[in-house]
């Protein structure tokens, strides 16, 4: 007679099938390699099947192991809608909140309007997963995600929170030393700072300040794959950077030149799996978001064309 399947086994199983590896699978289940490795093992008897390819570089799924996968993989995503229909079912929003966001994103703004949020709501535990690529909502490992493009992904609902304008920022030691730019055209004869040809996807109209007010697109001096490490670089005074104006909020270094010369504005998206469209968390988050970003759109600088 066959064995009843085991949810913790099947557990540790899609784990170790997701992540490709037991030290990986043990790593996100905080549990030891060797549990994870026995739990597998019990499974594959029970079942009398092998469900992996075991090889030096970590584990591949067989055809049987395949089918469990998606199998499990629903079983999870089922098992996460209900903890978190659960945790709402209660009068009080509170558990966990596990937040996405872009990097510069959640480090410079986020972080700065969270205080708020956790002291009107201190039972709900929020956790800042700062990432630049977006992230698989279908995998219910996050709740929620803020990014500043719209979604590519289907079955999620999408809500513009607002709209984030970007500006030109020096350093108080840049502009000691070689002045502020007196136009846009004159942004030819300073050193810029910007992503140029390390631009990601997803902000193809983050490099502007590389050519507003010019002829022909300017080399930026300083080359960076990321929004913080712009900003950072431009901090120690190596040259401007045209930036969203939300990561100066936990800066003091930085100062606003040609107030008059803007990027193209950036929508900001809340972002949120359908399943989940009954989370007080999230509906409660999304509120907050909405009201701290009104700000941001009331009076929204003009945007020079290149």
């Keep these: 007679m066959p064995h009843s399947l085991d949810w913790d086994k099947l557990k540790t199983f899609h784990a170790a099938a997701e992540h490709g590896s037991l030290t990986a699978a043990a790593d996100a289940l905080k549990i030891s390699q060797s549990a994870v490795s026995r739990q597998i093992t019990a499974l594959e008897q029970d079942l009398e099947v092998s469900l992996?390819?075991?090889?030096?570089?970590?584990?591949?799924?067989?055809?049987?192991?395949?089918?469990?996968?998606?199998?499990?993989?629903?079983m999870?995503?089922?098992?996460?809608?209900?903890?978190?229909?659960?945790?709402?079912?209660?009068?009080?929003?509170q558990g966990l909140l596990r937040v996405s966001t872009p990097i510069s994103l959640g480090s410079n703004w986020l972080t700065s309007v969270l205080p708020e949020f956790?002291?009107?709501?201190?039972?709900?535990?929020?956790?800042?997963?700062l990432?630049?690529?977006?992230?698989?909502?279908?995998?219910?490992?996050?709740d929620c995600a803020l990014r500043p493009w719209p979604t590519t992904q289907g079955d999620v609902i999408e809500r513009k929170l607002g709209q984030i304008t970007q500006s030109i920022y020096a350093s108080h030691a840049y502009l000691a030393a070689h002045g502020a730019p007196s136009s846009a055209e004159d942004l030819d004869n300073h050193k810029i700072i910007a992503f140029g040809e390390l631009i990601p996807k997803n902000l193809n109209s983050s490099n502007w300040v590389l050519s507003a007010g010019a002829s022909t697109p300017r080399k930026p001096v300083l080359s960076v794959n990321n929004l913080h490490g712009i900003m950072r670089a431009a901090e120690a005074g190596i040259g401007l950077a045209g930036i969203p104006d939300y990561m100066t909020v936990l800066s003091r270094r930085l100062v606003k030149v040609l107030p008059s010369v803007s990027g193209e504005p950036i929508d900001l998206y809340f972002v949120y799996p359908t399943q989940l469209r009954g989370s007080v968390r999230a509906k409660v988050f999304r509120e907050f978001l909405q009201r701290v970003t009104r700000s941001w759109i009331a009076s929204p600088p003009r945007p020079v064309k290149a």
Excluded: N, W
Aim: glycine fraction near 4%.
């Design 52 to 74: 992996f390819h075991r090889h030096a570089r970590g584990l591949t799924l067989t055809e049987q192991g395949h089918i469990l996968f998606y199998a499990s993989r629903d």
């Design 76 to 93: 999870a995503m089922k098992v996460a809608m209900a903890q978190s229909s659960l945790r709402d079912s209660r009068e009080k929003p």
């Design 118 to 129: 956790m002291a009107t709501y201190p039972d709900i535990e929020v956790q800042l997963i």
């Design 131 to 142: 990432e630049d690529s977006e992230h698989d909502l279908s995998a219910f490992d996050v």
